[in-house]
């Protein structure tokens, strides 16, 4: 598994500095964190919300392996409004183990989107036309193909 190491000076706060270590989480354990903080729909199996900060926290929290002596970072902390890490930090905390732990922007981007009901799933060029489900849409019968009868010389049976 992979590590990083990262050494701080004073820049975050004295409490702060000190030596961090961070590994790679295994898919297993990073999937888990992902699903323990992701709601979803009980029949569609869609995502109905997320907790991308308690999913960030908890993945910073479960790859780090060493910290200085007095532990200046704690779960809570990570979670924290009101007593917690600075921003710059946590961001730099972030960077960190999503790159250790192979998070894509585009999981980042999904976990952070606000899931409503239109930005589940990806428009298509095509899909104007399935917006409506009131019936035929006056453009969509010109584009119907004639319906054809089978002849006994057209049959290839």
Not at 55 to 62: D, L, N, R, V
Not at 74 to 80: A, D, I, P, S
Not at 128 to 139: E, F, N
Request: hydrophobic share 30%.
């Amino acid at each position: 598994m992979r590590r990083e190491t990262v050494n701080l000076g004073t820049e975050y706060g004295a409490e702060y500095a000190g030596k961090y270590v961070f590994q790679e989480l295994t898919w297993a354990r990073r999937s888990r964190i992902i699903q323990k903080h992701t709601r979803y729909h009980p029949v569609t199996g869609q995502v109905v919300s997320s907790d991308f900060i308690a999913i960030q926290a908890e993945t910073i929290w479960a790859a780090l392996k060493e910290q200085p002596q007095n532990q200046p970072i704690t779960l809570e902390k990570l979670l924290g409004e009101e007593n917690g890490i600075p921003i710059t930090l946590g961001e730099l905390f972030s960077r960190i183990v999503n790159n250790l732990c192979a998070m894509s922007r585009e999981e980042t981007a999904f976990l952070s989107a606000p899931s409503d009901a239109d930005s589940r799933t990806q428009r298509s060029p095509t899909s104007a036309s399935a917006k409506s489900s009131g019936g035929p849409q006056p453009s969509s019968l010109v584009s119907q193909p004639a319906s054809s009868t089978s002849s006994p010389s057209s049959s290839t049976r």
